[in-house]
């Protein structure tokens, strides 16, 4: 009886996970094509918007976080569409989301640094805006916030408010998203 109760546990949430995998699925190169073609057209090397650029993004070899923030971007706020028509088919999109979510899912064991995109609860209306990066140190918490809207940023170390990112150890952080934090502090 145990065994065929485990059966049915394991069929049920095989089909589960079935249900929510999309019936289309992109090969890296789609993935780069669909990313250069509606992501790259506004976050360029020359006009990083919100410090970001994915010229140079590859689904073979993806940064999480960055994977993460696009996923927030594309699920959140339609950013998909951003660059115009054609936009691509639901069936695509869903298949870029999910293998964005495969992307975000790993995570460097050697690195201490989270990062998330989240609205920002000053500018609400504007989408998801707000790059949050945070580690634990021994000597407590790093939180670095960059709003990209805006390009105002607030760093906190041990629970103090500090200006000075020259006492945080930067390692761990992917370059795409020292490259967002440079922008923001730089200003």
């Given at each position: 009886m145990k065994i065929l109760?485990?059966?049915?546990?394991?069929?049920v949430a095989g089909a589960s996970v079935m249900a929510q995998q999309p019936d289309v699925a992109l090969s890296v190169a789609?993935?780069?094509e669909l990313?250069?073609?509606r992501c790259a057209v506004c976050h360029t090397d020359a006009k990083p918007l919100g410090g970001l650029s994915l010229e140079h993004?590859?689904?073979?070899?993806?940064d999480p976080a960055i994977a993460r923030m696009m996923l927030v971007k594309i699920t959140g706020d339609g950013a998909i569409?951003?660059?115009?028509?054609?936009v691509p088919s639901p069936e695509t999109r869903d298949?870029?989301?999910?293998?964005l979510a495969a992307m975000a899912s790993h995570t460097s064991p050697e690195s201490r640094w989270t990062v998330d995109l989240l609205v920002d609860p000053l500018t609400p209306n504007r989408g998801h805006s707000l790059v949050t990066a945070r580690t634990e140190l021994p000597s407590g918490t790093v939180l670095l916030q960059c709003n990209g809207a805006s390009r105002r940023a607030a760093m906190q170390?041990?629970?103090?408010?500090?200006?000075s990112p020259s006492s945080v150890n930067f390692d761990g952080l992917s370059a795409p998203v020292r490259a967002i934090l440079a922008w923001c502090l730089a200003k």
């Open positions: 109760l485990g059966t049915i546990v394991l069929a789609e993935q780069n990313t250069h073609k993004f590859d689904a073979d070899q993806p569409s951003a660059a115009g028509m054609p298949a870029f989301v999910a293998a170390v041990s629970g103090t408010a500090s200006t």
